[in-house]
Structures are given as structure tokens and as C-alpha cells.
């Protein structure tokens, strides 16, 4: 098994069985301020994030350009962050 695989197994997640969990979405529409590319979109709204994040086929519509970033993800239950490798759209 790798790494990563490994060390999920080390982490507490939240499960709900049997409840309903109601999101908080919009619908909106997001564009590229420099090509001017509209796409409606559902928003899924999360008040404590500290980013906000949209799929590869979004960034593909709006036609937005990449640049690399690394992100450190703290997991409840850990002490040490994952570093990840994430691509910043722009």
C-alpha cells in the first residue's frame, strides 16, 4: 500500500447514517475577467473554507490559465500536514 492509502487509515471523518445533510448552494454566474467567458455554475457555499475550488471541465470552459501551488492540508487527528501539489487557475 503507499503512503497515502496508509495514512487515511489514521484519520477521523465525520459519517452520517440515516440523517439527511442539507448544503448550502446557489446557482451563479462565473466568468473569466480577461476573456469575458460566462458559464452558469452551481455554487456549493462552505463558510469556514479558506479557498475555494472549481472542476477541471470549468476551467476548461472558461478557458482560465494554470499555475502550480502546494498546498499543506491539516487533517483532524494529525499533527503533521500533507503537502500537497495543486494547480492554481488564474
Known amino acids: 500500500m503507499d ?46 473554507s479558506q479557498r475555494s475550488y472549481i472542476t477541471e471541465s470549468l476551467v476548461k470552459k472558461l478557458k482560465l490559465t494554470i499555475e502550480g501551488e502546494e498546498l499543506r492540508l491539516f487533517t483532524f487527528g494529525k499533527d503533521a500536514a500533507k503537502v500537497i501539489k495543486a494547480k492554481e487557475h488564474r
Open 3 to 48: 503512503d497515502i492509502t496508509n495514512s487515511n487509515r489514521e484519520e477521523n471523518a465525520m459519517v452520517s447514517h440515516g440523517k439527511t445533510v442539507y448544503m448550502q448552494t446557489a446557482k451563479s454566474d462565473v466568468e473569466n475577467p480577461q476573456s469575458m467567458d460566462t458559464v452558469n455554475t452551481r455554487l456549493l457555499l462552505d463558510c469556514g
